[in-house]
């Protein structure tokens, strides 16, 4: 038998790894067919609001409900006294501590959840939330960490025990009542020794602003509870239905599989969706006690305040180095504001996540991470905005660390990172505070990056303008920023990553059709990400089937096999690889049906694209589609019918994806507004699955860390009230404020990768934010810069430019 | 609670009529009471353009206009742009050129586009940049956005000459 085909034309017809197939996912979006979860409405569905305190810090001395029942269409008004009996009105936090669902007796930040409305529609519960009584006595607030360890003001009186003693916490010991944890790692007595007699040291204090992951679309849920079955359905912006369902049910008493989580269209996560809020749990307990469905969707002010902020960490760094420029040691140590409640979204084992991949993409022989978490009258949240667990503090803070060094050594800094890489033969290396980084090429990358745009070129062009500045012929300098980042993504090996003792593998279970498509189903859920897309490609290639004869679904816990979700840049190095082997099972499978029918022993067929042929005799074959149908109609001796498998991946070790970034920036000295004339990212992330939406996800990234360190903040004045609750005074740029990038790429596979990825959706914020501050304050360095603190906004560049007197 | 209005629109091209208070916002009218859920709502203070519509043929922000203020008027959504079979060429360029990620900004996004092309059939890299500056995207970083417009454009133009 013949193919009218080429092998390449069969190799294209399967758009499998490696080409930039069209997004299967945007048919329904271009044409408003999306399904977000406020697209989702039940029969006689109710909707629900919250009362929220005006206060950052006060006790509650009563609340009145009455008025608001009169209101009509309102039915109910929950506070915290309606749920303790139900035993919900606090709940438990990812990060050990616990949360309370409605203000049990003081509130701890403004904003915070004090009464659920529950009304007919949005007008009447808004209604009702404007009548409903709270009588509040105000407490003295405490919005500064540093403060929050010295003063007398206890904000967390349950943690303390009532002879005043201070009990351990989920991490061990704290040290004062609004402390939450001392986290550490490395060796801390050699590293000092090593820094106290180094040739040069350098040192300085930053701080990484807090922040909001702010998607476009809100958090919300619908809950369902259905009294005669005794099924409770959830409908919620979830980036880990599985483990929602989980914390349901742990909480709620309904056993899990009474319990289905969907997590439908989900409009952008970057870490906001991670989280369970209380707004989930007072709509499955309307649901219950009304007995209809309840709706519960935010609205803008409700998110940035109250749901999931990021960042908020104060550090202080040195670091230690030869004269020519080796760096010898590094010490960190962090105070992290994490507001009134620890719900900080990191592996248990975890505090302050991957903090400790402080060391970045170098060599550094000897380092310790100290990290003490503070209470304070803040909003909890402490989730990862785009990026794994606290990798964006930790490149941060490592690059900008590289760049005091190297004004310190009067050295370029290109150069001297360039000298204190791991060097390519160094993978697998084991850093000094603990991680093993499983492979690498920095060197290559660096030099394509610096030669693309001709840094030495750049940097002569610079020093031309300082002295056209310094002459008065310009009134703009010019900042090149530099970045090269190594990401810790992909959690993570069960042995040592777990959410609330949940191991952090992934899963994938595929069934083949008789007529040779496929579903395959997953435990992580897409956010804007394409995994419909990008997953069918992994399949693809692996077992022989064209990607537009496979579906791929996600996030209905009913259907989907059991895995913990997309965020961390882990769908591709955990799931994608869950994907990879049970694909590899259904080929195993296959391979004997093909034997089979070919009348030859097993190992006397291999696979070939779509097919699998008899060694030595290519024109001896059965298709991939001919075997599917075989394994549904012939009685073949020792094999069961049908054709599926299931793959629960436990991943050996993390992933490192790694980037080389430049952002070349002119900055008007008189108006504090910064130009990007350019922006060059180089990423690695391995094998490269869909090239157009690599490219896509770098440009996205990038964007985000461009407002992160351009201008958007979550800001609170001294009496705890945020500042920057609506888009009016957060951040988000628009097509005007962005620029374009150019991409580029070197490929590294993961060596432990079944197909060698390794995640990229996360690698452009993490080295994004540090390239756009380092331009920044690179453009101030020739005038006497060290380092000023993100974000720089208009403001505060002109106020940066009036410090170093460039103002007259 | 004050006394319901008679508000008359067309939407889509179907006329509708209905009672309500005047305190509706139109999108809540979209998306709650005719159930056209393609609009979405992303901020409620007029920013993020997630719930742009045409209204009387000019870009309207539909989170932050009551219904009564639209009474009379024709009022096109992301449905009324295109479907299955008669796709708008802003909706194939969008898929074409990777102009989404997520989707919950593209309805608003492509109905901002078609009255920008109508506005100017040949804007400029600047101009497009401008003319959409009033709907946020927190996915694409834009510049597929940019080019998904510019290659509709391009689309367009050489369909009219075509006619001609």
Redesign the interface.
């Known amino acids: 038998m013949k193919d009218d085909i080429t092998r390449e034309e069969r190799v294209d017809n399967l758009k499998g790894m490696g080409c930039s197939r ?2 299967v ?10 399904n ?1 979860v ?2 989702v ?1 039940l029969d006689g569905m109710l909707f629900g609001d919250f009362v929220r305190s005006p206060y950052a810090h006060a006790r509650i001395t009563n609340i009145d409900t009455a008025a608001a029942l009169e209101v ?1 269409g309102v039915l109910a008004v929950l506070t915290a006294a309606d749920l303790e009996p139900l035993g919900l009105h606090w709940m438990p936090t990812l990060a050990g501590d616990k949360q309370m669902v409605l203000a049990d007796g003081k509130v701890l930040f403004q904003g915070q959840e004090v009464a659920f409305v529950v009304a007919e ?3 009447a519960a808004a ?1 009702g939330i404007e009548l409903v009584e709270v009588e509040y006595e105000e407490l003295p607030v405490v919005v500064n960490p540093f403060e929050a360890l010295k003063s007398d003001v206890v904000l967390r009186e349950d943690l303390v025990a009532e002879d005043g003693s201070i009990p351990d916490g989920a991490h061990g010991p704290r040290k004062h009542h609004n402390h939450i944890f001392t986290w550490d790692a490395g060796d801390k007595e050699p590293t000092e020794e090593v820094i106290a007699n180094a040739d040069v040291v350098a040192e300085e204090t930053m701080y990484y602003h807090r922040t909001h992951p ?5 958090c919300g849920c619908v809950a369902s509870m259905d009294k005669v079955n005794g099924k409770l359905t959830l409908w919620g912006t979830f980036q880990a239905p599985h483990a929602i369902r989980t914390i349901v049910s742990l909480i709620s008493g309904l056993e899990e599989h009474n319990i289905r989580v969907i997590s439908p ?4 996560g ?1 870490g906001n969706k991670v989280g369970a809020y209380p707004g989930y749990v007072c709509s499955v307990v309307a649901s219950i006690v009304t007995g209809k469905p309840v709706k519960w ?1 935010e ?2 002010m409700d998110n940035l305040m109250t749901t999931a902020f990021a960042r908020d960490y104060h550090m202080t760094g040195k670091i230690s180095a030869t004269k020519e420029g080796k760096i010898t040691g590094l010490h960190c140590h962090v105070t992290a504001d994490h507001g009134g409640f620890d719900a900080c979204a990191d592996p248990t084992k975890f505090p302050a996540g991957f903090m400790n991949i402080c060391t970045g993409s170098y060599d550094i022989p000897t380092a310790y991470l100290e990290v003490d978490g503070v209470y304070t009258n803040k909003a909890p949240g402490g989730v990862s905005y785009r990026c794994s667990f606290r990798v964006t503090e930790a490149v941060y803070f490592i690059e900008r660390m590289i760049e005091v060094l190297a004004i310190k050594l009067n050295m370029d800094a290109a150069e001297l990172r360039r000298i204190n890489f791991i060097k390519k033969e160094q993978f697998p290396y084991t850093a000094a505070l603990g991680w093993e980084y499983d492979s690498g090429d920095y060197h290559t990358a660096w030099d394509k990056a610096l030669k693309t745009v001709d840094y030495d070129g750049l940097r002569a062009e610079q020093a031309q303008r300082v002295e056209d500045f310094k002459a008065g012929k310009t009134r703009k300098l010019m900042g090149i920023g530099l970045s090269f980042f190594t990401e810790i993504v992909g959690a993570g090996p069960v042995k040592n990553c777990d959410i609330l003792g949940l191991g952090m593998f992934d899963s994938c279970e595929i069934r083949i059709h008789p007529t040779g498509s496929a579903i395959a189903r997953l435990g992580t859920i897409s ?4 995994h419909a897309t990008t997953f069918a490609q992994i399949l693809a290639s692996e077992i022989g089937l064209p990607a537009d004869s496979i579906t791929i679904e996600e996030g209905d816990t009913d259907t989907a096999p059991y895995g913990l979700g997309t965020y961390g840049s882990r769908s591709t190095p955990v799931a994608g690889a869950a994907t990879a082997m049970a694909g590899r099972k259904i080929r195993a499978k296959a391979q004997m049906i093909a034997a089979y029918l070919l009348e030859v022993h097993d190992n006397d067929v291999e696979f070939d694209v779509d097919r699998f042929v008899v060694k030595g005799a290519p024109e001896k074959f059965k298709t991939m589609k001919e075997i599917a149908f075989a394994a549904y109609n012939q009685a073949i001796p020792g094999i069961e019918p049908g054709l599926e498998a299931v793959s629960y991946y436990d991943p050996p070790n993390m992933t490192y994806p790694f980037g080389a970034y430049v952002c070349v920036m002119d900055i008007d000295v008189d108006t504090g507004v910064p130009e990007i004339r350019r922006f060059y990212a180089l990423d690695d992330c391995g094998t490269r699955i869909n090239p ?2 690599i ?2 996800q770098v ?6 860390a461009l407002a992160v360190a351009l201008g958007q903040e979550i800001a609170y004045d001294d009496m705890g009230n945020c500042k920057t609750g ?3 005074d957060f951040f ?1 740029p ?3 404020e ?1 620029p ?2 150019e991409t580029d790429f070197t490929v590294t596979p993961s060596p432990h990768h079944p197909i060698g990825a390794k995640g990229v959706g996360e690698s452009p914020h993490v080295g994004g934010v540090p390239c756009f501050s380092n331009a920044v304050q690179d453009a101030f360095r020739p005038f006497g810069n060290t380092h000023t603190n993100m974000p720089h906004d208009h403001w505060r560049i002109w106020k940066t430019a009036n410090e170093l007197g460039l103002h007259g | 609670m004050s006394k319901k209005m008679h508000i008359k629109l067309k939407v889509n091209g179907k006329d509708e009529e209905f009672l309500a208070e005047p305190r509706e916002l139109l999108i809540y009218t979209l998306r709650e009471r005719l159930n056209i859920t393609g609009p979405h709502i992303g901020c409620e203070t007029s920013h993020c353009g997630a719930c742009t519509v045409t209204i009387n043929g000019k870009s309207v922000k539909s989170c932050t206009m009551f219904a009564a203020q639209a009474d009379g008027a024709e009022i096109t959504t992301i449905e009324g742009i295109g479907g299955p079979d008669d796709l708008h060429p802003l909706q194939e360029a969008f898929k074409e050129h990777h102009g989404l990620q997520c989707g919950y900004c593209t309805p608003g996004m492509i109905t901002r586009a078609t009255k920008l092309l109508e506005e100017n059939p040949n804007p400029s890299e600047e101009e497009i940049r401008f003319g959409m500056a009033g709907n946020i995207c927190r996915c694409t970083g834009y510049q597929n956005i940019v080019k998904s417009i510019q290659a509709a454009a391009a689309e367009m133009n050489a369909a009219k000459e075509a006619a001609e």
């Not at chain 1, 996912?25 to 999306?34: C, I, L, N, S, V």
């Open positions: 069209k997004r996912e945007d048919a329904r979006f271009t044409q408003g067919k999306g977000y406020d697209d409405k009509p529609d949005r007008y209604d702010c998607p476009l679309e809100t269209d989900i409009g952008g970057f969707i609205d803008r956010q804007g990400q394409g157009m939406i490219e896509g440009h996205g990234g990038l964007t985000e609506t888009l009016m988000l628009t097509a005007w962005v374009n990038y």
